[in-house]
């Protein structure tokens, strides 16, 4: 040990005096190159200082572009107006894909335009208070507001007249963790989508659930106000404390505004009588929602046909959401069509075939067909290198299992009067059937849920659909089976 410390001190004296030499060295040629400056005529010095500054110039900029900090970029998302998204919708419509859920917002979102009432959705997780915000600002409204989480169970409208005269639909929505409200939770989402802006109760710190779905209100452009709620609960330390994380942990969502209310109407007081005996009693308090209301105004105020903008921006973007789910189910009908007809040319293949080959998948046209048309179907990009690629791994997964898929749809179709007794030329076409519908399948699954050729994904599908659909698609497969034979006998 020692011996290695006096090794790394003499590395160091070394290396000093190293940078000493350099210094010197660079110091003389620097003052070398000063004195014959100040001899050599001007345009000799003019020229060197240019040169010099070229360079310098050169190595700055390259230097900033190198070690600038890099600029997250965004994802662009599509710019939807009324009138393209009107476009999309005929040209849906040409194509047979089903476009009422998108004619169902739009005509929402004309009905609400003529009302000119500005829609306010109240939103926020169960028991935060919703329902007794709305008792405190409709007294009449007679809201439902029980001890046990989640009693509001759907969609209600409240119309509410501000201080200063506006008129507001305040639409009260399921909670979005009510574990009773199953599917209930994408409606409230949707509900808050359609309005002008959103409040949103808490009556803590936020939780991540909490968290997401602010982010994904202001994905949307939502504008929001987080209230926090029970804030008698707390001291003023303890909500001044709360306010201030809950301000932290929102301050990348750009339109949002935090505000501290109480809505509790009444209060328990346990009193002392003089002769040492206490009673409890239950007295009114006044609702504290100042600060939400004049938050509420100022939004109203600020720029009322920007919350119109924001409003009919975000319908279409939900309206442009339900097409592209009605064409992935589309897509996914004629995925499932295209399979069903290569299974069925598999299969009149392999009724000509006297034994399966082992080339079933990698050098099949049918497999090469069966991959591009399912990839055309969902406009990704494929090559011929990525098709091999998927079927060669397809092969050797097929490989180790070959022998015993055999053997369970063997066994299988003993099940079907008259089929076991059959050549064996029905087992092959059978076999090779299965294949390319559970390749088919798997691919056309992948596909819908991914947006890309997945090789992995696909083919670890595939190996699943193998194991656990045998038995249960041996049936569809024979009967393919037999009407190619009943073809080939006429």
């Not at 350099?22 to 240019?50: C, E, H, K, N, V």
């Not at 306010?243 to 935090?258: F, H, M, P």
């Not at 897509?331 to 299974?343: A, K, P």
């Not at 698609?473 to 080939?488: N, S, Y």
Request: glycine share 6%; net charge neutral.
């Amino acid at each position: 040990m020692k011996t290695l410390r006096y090794l790394l001190a003499t590395a160091v004296v070394l290396l000093f005096l190293l940078l000493l030499v350099i210094t010197g060295m660079a110091g003389d040629t620097l003052l070398s190159l000063w004195d014959r400056l100040q001899t050599a005529p001007w345009y000799i010095s003019s020229l060197f200082a240019f040169i010099l500054l070229v360079f310098s110039s050169a190595s700055a900029v390259i230097l900033w572009k190198l070690l600038r900090p890099v600029k997250k970029s965004g994802i662009q998302k599509e710019n939807i107006d009324e009138s393209s998204l009107q476009q999309r919708i005929e040209k849906a419509e040409e194509t047979g894909i089903d476009i009422e859920s998108a004619k169902v917002e739009l005509g929402k979102l004309g009905l609400r335009r003529q009302t000119g009432k500005l829609y306010i959705a109240l939103a926020g997780t169960i028991s935060t208070g919703k329902s007794s915000l709305i008792n405190s600002l409709l007294p009449n409204a007679q809201a439902r507001s029980e001890v046990t989480g989640g009693t509001t169970r759907e969609t209600i409208e409240y119309h509410w007249i501000t201080p200063s005269g506006d008129e507001v639909i305040v639409i009260d929505m399921p909670g979005f963790q009510d574990a009773g409200n199953h599917g209930l939770s994408e409606a409230a989402r949707t509900e808050a989508i359609r309005a002008h802006l959103v409040i949103y109760l808490c009556n803590a710190d936020l939780t991540r659930q909490q968290l997401n779905e602010l982010k994904l209100l202001a994905d949307l452009n939502k504008p929001l106000i987080l209230a926090l709620n029970k804030t008698d609960w707390y001291s003023n330390e303890e909500r001044r404390q709360i306010l201030d994380q809950l301000r932290e942990r929102t301050k990348e969502i750009k339109d949002i505004a935090v505000v501290a209310i109480s809505t509790k109407a009444e209060k328990k007081l346990v009193i002392k009588h003089p002769d040492g005996t206490e009673t409890t009693e239950i007295r009114s308090i006044a609702p504290d929602i100042g600060e939400l209301a004049r938050a509420l105004q100022r939004r109203i105020d600020r720029d009322p046909e920007r919350l119109e903008q924001l409003r009919d921006s975000a319908v279409f973007t939900l309206a442009a959401r339900t097409l592209d789910e009605a064409e992935l189910r589309q897509r996914i009908e004629q995925g499932q069509s295209l399979v069903r007809n290569h299974t069925r040319s598999a299969v009149i293949g392999a009724m000509a075939a006297i034994s399966p080959g082992t080339d079933i998948l990698i050098q099949g046209a049918l497999g090469i067909s069966l991959v591009k048309s399912l990839c055309s179907l969902y406009e990704v990009p494929v090559s011929q290198l990525e098709i091999d690629r998927l079927l060669k791994l397809g092969q050797s997964r097929l490989n180790r299992h070959l022998a015993l898929i055999m053997a369970v749809l063997g066994n299988a179709m003993k099940a079907f009067p008259g089929i076991g007794t059959l050549a064996g030329g029905t087992l092959h076409a059978v076999t090779y059937g299965m294949i390319f519908d559970a390749l088919g399948r798997s691919l056309n699954e992948t596909l819908s849920s991914r947006g890309e050729l997945a090789t992995l994904p696909t083919i670890n599908r595939f190996t699943e659909n193998l194991g656990d659909q045998l038995e249960k698609r041996t049936g569809d497969i024979l009967r393919l089976v037999m009407e190619a034979k009943e073809k080939q006998e006429k």
